[in-house]
């Protein structure tokens, strides 16, 4: 959509996202980790095979110690990452992936990497291509059970600021991270005005590259967004007289937390159109509306996350407590969230 809008007609319009080339980050694995590689971004050792190269690929899997981690390359509705314990069932999928078109075109090429074992967080970055703001970190729960058990999920909730994250820990993002990666759209010639979402596993106080995305991401949003009390409009705006690098970002030092409000059975079959009651009781809390729909004067369910709920604290646990006691209120056949954000 970026390019299109760069034809003449149009060029007056200013298009807040990655030209088609700087999205190709997000829509292959493959594409990301040579970037990676050229720009001497951390990351995962990792090699890619198709039908082609599979027992290449199974020999690959050999050489590596488990758990094993393949990789969709293309988009799959972020499904496409499977985390395996043995070395015959990781072969077998990467068979079913590549052969069996378990995630259809998506796997038509896979990514198998090692696995980094370490913590999970997410830093956001808006750029023009030269000047970079960082935004507020974040972290997101992606299992549907408590303790993080069960099926991954769009994500059940999220925390911002990340707890463990300290001042020298951004610093390493920053440095070996987030400006590799800007300096590296510029040597590359991609354009790219917009969101660039790290996904980062920090190892023994490091940081690494587990993905990008080349936008927002969700819950993440819902608690980056509330901390930033500058004009965010005024910082968009920027981009289209190219003077990000004169705006100042502010960031509330409040902790923002939200919990994920689903329909029962979620990620798997679950029911819609179920009548939500109780949204205006909610109060010092934000309801972002995410499967809903107005039916007859009525709020009902149409998506299997339904609502997140987004409130402040001095910390993340003082503001969950608010979270929970805005969520008792609201009411639903077969309502599920987390109790252990």
């Given at each position: ?198 996904g980062l596993m920090i190892v023994n ?25 500058s004009d965010f409009l005024a910082h ?106």
């Amino acid at each position: 959509i970026y390019d299109y809008f760069q034809t003449e007609e149009l060029k007056h319009v200013n298009v807040i996202g990655p030209s088609k080339q700087g999205a190709v980050l997000e829509g292959s694995k493959e594409f990301a980790k040579e970037f990676m590689k050229r720009n001497k971004v951390p990351t995962a050792a990792y090699k890619s095979f198709t039908k082609e190269t599979l027992l290449e690929g199974m020999a690959f899997i050999d050489s590596l110690k488990p758990p094993y981690v393949l990789k969709a390359d293309g988009l799959a509705g972020g499904k496409g990452v499977l985390i395996i314990e043995h070395a015959d069932e990781a072969k077998d999928s990467l068979e079913e992936m590549l052969i069996g078109g378990k995630f259809g075109a998506a796997s038509n090429k896979v990514v198998i990497e090692e696995f980094l074992d370490g913590i999970e967080m997410s830093v956001f970055v808006l750029t023009d291509g030269k000047s970079y703001k960082i935004m507020p970190n974040a972290k997101d729960y992606k299992r549907i059970g408590e303790g993080d058990t069960g099926l991954n999920t769009g994500g059940m909730g999220a925390v911002s600021p990340v707890p463990f994250v300290d001042d020298v820990l951004m610093q390493k993002i920053e440095d070996r991270i987030i400006k590799p990666t800007i300096e590296g759209f510029a040597k590359e010639n991609i354009i790219y005005k917009g969101f660039v979402f790290i996904g980062l596993m920090i190892v023994n106080g490091d940081p690494e590259v587990i993905e990008y995305n080349v936008r927002m991401g969700d819950p993440e949003t819902e608690v980056v967004l509330p901390r930033i009390s500058s004009d965010f409009l005024a910082h968009l705006h920027a981009f289209a007289k190219a003077e990000l690098h004169k705006e100042t970002l502010s960031i509330d030092p409040r902790s923002a937390t939200t919990v994920m409000c689903v329909a029962g059975g979620y990620p798997e079959g679950y029911k819609k159109g179920m009548e939500i009651t109780g949204i205006e009781k909610i109060e010092d809390s934000i309801a972002f509306h995410a499967g809903t729909v107005l039916k007859e004067g009525r709020i009902v369910s149409n998506g299997g996350r339904v609502i997140a709920i987004t409130s402040y604290g001095e910390n993340f646990k003082q503001a969950l407590k608010s979270t929970y006691l805005n969520i008792e209120k609201l009411h639903f056949e077969s309502v599920y969230y987390r109790k252990d954000i």
